[in-house]
């Protein structure tokens, strides 16, 4: 099946969202090749497994139909008839212009898929990993919003070799860009995340966790709530709508654990969950709950390690 | 101008979700999706800039209408709404393709939308919507600052970024961007007199076809069963003898 995947670049490299995927492609034997968009000049996004292109949309103008125009063209040329994306910002624009184009709607949020007889099966994790929801596509183009973490991404060497395609600016100009800061062990990647929920009552008892993390060099992450609520900026959210994270330990600080942030944890090896509420559904999930005040427990941890 | 805001009832999210045949079971009674307050109160901002007229269109089962008449008393003007049997179980660009007709009937210059909806999560369908009428997607918004011109912010991977809002497009507004305005009584009162207009299908044209078969819903066992203690003021000794055990310290 002639396969496209349509990559990312974050850290002037293959994403790991990208890297994921291409596993996947792998593993199924698929005829794929790779288009990946970004800004960076330069980004070390080549290899010699696979044929890249480079997309290199300006930081300065808002072109994602221009660029959805060229992958239609790409995709219409090549005669690809699965198209694979990670679920990010980038690629739900790209990926949801491309379906109109292409007449075939896309399925989100799938976290494994398979070929059989010619047709793509998904499947689906659907009210936080509650049940898993089995779709077959009906189409001549099968397009699909993959949500991270699904895969092991592949180890493979990158290069600078590929072509670069460049496209027009619209009429929308982008101002004002702001990066932020990144410090301390990444969401994504760290091997223990201490995440904060409601139960912290006010934004000024995230520095127990804050010490905590210090403590064990993790990453901090917080749920919906908290990021609407201001404490905490979106890149560390994990749940539906933001990351999902898969560390060796996990440590829920008073989080009762909706259905929208289980979907981003629940894969997480070991999980710790401190809760008041001894109803709350985040100790179906956790391999070690402690029913009392987060404020309280913390602390305390802290002192004694 | 004309600004048309999607958006949607789905079941009350304090109720366990249920499926039929892999579709969500919809009670007569649905309520507003609190995603899409985001949007109807960008809206509201830009009609008090504009004075422009706020339309409400959706799609699916209207019920009680309970969840239209929620966005009539944060203070839209009217609702346009299709509900048809032979919807049922659309997918997402059969979705956009409806509600893109739907804005077309209001002359939408802008038409807004929430990210993506509490029930499906599916997350395609503004992006959907600008492709089929042909205008600019600003998606992911968090943010709007109304002065001469109207100033928005994007959600990016690494941050923000911000764009000056054209004459016509389709907005995606994130949750916590603004703070959506809560209805007083006058404001109940009032909704009661919006007119409240279902629109026939046959009068729109459908540009999409269902390509996604159901083929299978599981129920997984998720309960762990793990360790649970009470905390009596030493429970934090197991956490920390447990992330000895896990050599996390």
Known sequence: ?305 | MNITVCAKQIPDPANEITYDNGLISRPEEQVLDDTDRYGIEIALQLKEKYDAEVTVISMGPAGTQKGLQQALQMGADKTLYVDDDSLRGANSLMTASILSELAKTTNADIVIFGTESTDGYTGTVPQQVARFLKLDCISYIKGIEISENVTLTRQTLEGSEKVVMPEKCVLSVTAGGVEPRYPNFKDIMAAKQKTVEKVELASLSMNASQNLEFLDIEKLENNKNGEKIIDEGEAYQVVIEKLKELKVI
């Open chain 1, 1 to 305: 099946m002639k396969t496209l995947i349509l990559g990312e670049v974050i850290d002037n490299k293959l994403s790991s969202g990208t890297l994921e995927i291409v596993s996947k492609a792998n593993a199924l034997g698929l005829d794929f090749r790779v288009v990946t968009v970004g800004s960076s000049d330069a980004p070390v996004i080549g290899s010699s497994t696979f044929q890249q292109t480079y997309i290199k949309r300006s930081s300065e103008s808002l072109q994602f139909s221009n660029i959805a125009d060229k992958l239609s063209q790409i995709i219409q040329e090549e005669n690809i008839s699965l198209l694979l994306a990670p679920s990010t910002y980038q690629s739900r624009d790209l990926v949801s212009f491309l379906s109109v184009d292409l007449s075939s709607s896309p399925v989100s949020n799938v976290i494994n898929f398979e070929i059989k007889d010619d047709s793509v099966i998904t499947t689906n994790s659907i009210n936080g990993g509650e049940s898993i929801y089995k779709t077959k596509i009906i189409s001549s183009h099968s397009l699909l919003l993959i949500r991270p973490k699904s895969f092991d991404p592949i180890d493979i060497e990158l290069n600078s070799e590929y072509q670069t395609i460049e496209v027009e600016d619209s009429s929308v100009e982008i101002f004002d860009i702001f990066k932020e800061e990144k410090s301390g062990p990444q969401l994504e990647d760290s091997k223990i995340v201490i995440s904060a929920g409601r139960g912290m009552v006010e934004k000024e008892n995230l520095s127990f966790v804050e010490d905590l993390a210090n403590k064990l060099n993790a990453a901090i992450g917080g749920t919906r709530a908290i990021v609407d609520a201001g404490w905490m900026p979106y890149s560390q959210q994990v749940g539906q709508t933001g990351k999902t994270v898969k560390p060796d330990v996990y440590i829920a600080c008073g989080i009762s654990g909706a259905t929208q942030h289980q979907v981003g944890m629940k894969d997480s090896k070991f999980i710790i969950a401190i809760n008041k509420d001894e109803e709350a559904p985040i100790f179906q999930l956790a391999d070690l709950g402690i029913v009392g005040d987060t404020l309280n427990i913390i602390p305390k941890i802290n002192e004694n390690i």
